[in-house]
């Protein structure tokens, strides 16, 4: 089924390059699978469409930390936590407090 997912999701990629939800998609599924530079990159497409989609960016900041790039993490979820104060989502905010502590 996760093949038939990612298969899925990539599909949608290539139908809508410049829509941000079908690289997230994806990227989400590569974090599960723990393929960490894929879903940076997943990730990465997603953030730079849309840079106010504070989901991706907590995602994106995840993926980093994995891939051991602990820097660009803590700078990627300064962004979500931003983006995540300016949508009015104080929830959201304060889990990236909570990962940002953890670093």
Not at 4 to 10: D, L, P, S, V
Not at 41 to 58: F, H, I, K, M, Q
Not at 82 to 90: G, N
């Amino acid at each position: 089924m996760t093949v038939e997912r990612e298969a899925q999701f990539r599909k949608l990629v290539e139908q809508f390059p410049e829509s941000p939800m079908g690289h997230f998609s994806l990227g989400k599924l590569l974090l599960e699978q723990r393929r960490y530079p894929e879903a940076a990159e997943s990730l990465g497409n997603a953030t730079r469409l849309d840079p106010s989609y504070a989901a991706a960016l907590v995602a994106l900041g995840e993926a980093l930390r994995q891939d051991g790039r602990t820097q660009a993490a803590k700078a990627v979820w300064e962004q979500a936590r931003a983006r995540a104060l300016e949508q009015k989502h104080p929830s959201l905010a304060e889990e990236v407090d909570e990962l940002l502590a953890a670093l």
